[in-house]
């Protein structure tokens, strides 16, 4: 599976906008990119997916570069429920999807 | 829609004994997935289902460890006999159709404590 990079952690204050980076540059041409999280105590949770156009949902943004080798998850407005692990994660062609270490996201009051 | 449903919560247990996790899909959904997660090695799929069908076992990490699914409603993971290094929350997951923009919908796990 292509891989992805994330930082193992960032920091934001509530109320303002994240930023969320990802690289993928081995990404193939029929791989959707996919974001999910993980709040505490609970399973994965979907946010949001694209494939070369942004895409905005209730959740978040997602804003894919031209080249598709990277992409920003976009958090308009943070809160402290937002506090979470994001993974950023190519979905290939068959079925399975595989997490990586993902991005520790703390908000802070 | 209830969502995926897994029991128990919670289980302890000794090593040596058998442990069973359950899952129950969203209803209509035909892919069913068996994950672990772990400080050490995160989150790993072990295992998938197509229509109940088992399609991929490779992330299974031995013989000890088997999947079924009986029905499209219901799964089960067993460990036998478990180990304290499968210490671990194991999540199922489910969704429509397996592919490239269905969404997984997860369960809450089954934090398994082996001593």
């Known amino acids: 599976d292509a891989k992805t990079t994330q930082p193992n952690s960032m920091e934001s204050n509530e109320e303002e906008p994240v930023h969320l980076p990802c690289n993928h540059s081995?990404?193939?041409?029929?791989?959707?990119i996919h974001w999910y999280r993980q709040l505490p105590s609970q399973g994965p949770e979907y946010v949001i997916h694209?494939?070369?156009s942004n895409v905005n949902n209730r959740m978040a943004s997602l804003a894919i570069a031209e080249d598709r080798k990277s992409s920003t998850l976009i958090l308009h407005r943070a809160t402290l429920r937002d506090a979470a692990v994001y993974y950023c994660?190519?979905?290939?062609?068959?079925?399975?999807?595989?997490f990586g270490t993902g991005t520790r996201l703390t908000i802070i009051p | 829609d209830a969502g995926v449903i897994q029991s128990p919560r919670h289980e302890v247990t000794e090593m040596g004994q058998e442990v069973t996790l359950r899952c129950k899909p969203i209803?209509?959904?035909?892919?069913l997935f068996w994950y672990r997660q772990t400080m050490m090695r995160g989150l790993e799929l072990l295992i998938y289902?197509?229509?109940?069908?088992?399609?991929?076992d490779s992330g299974m990490p031995e013989d000890r460890f088997s999947a079924k699914m009986p029905n499209a409603s219901f799964s089960t993971l067993k460990i036998q006999p478990s180990e304290p290094r499968d210490s671990a929350v194991y999540f199922c997951?489910?969704?429509?159709?397996?592919?490239?923009?269905?969404?997984?919908?997860f369960g809450n796990g089954t934090r398994l404590t082996v001593t």
């Open positions: 209803s209509g959904h035909d892919y």
């Open positions: 081995t990404i193939s041409g029929t791989d959707y």
């Open positions: 694209g494939l070369t």
């Open positions: 289902f197509n229509n109940n069908v088992p399609i991929d």
């Open positions: 997951a489910s969704n429509s159709d397996g592919g490239r923009r269905s969404p997984l919908h």
């Open positions: 994660i190519l979905r290939p062609g068959n079925e399975k999807l595989t």
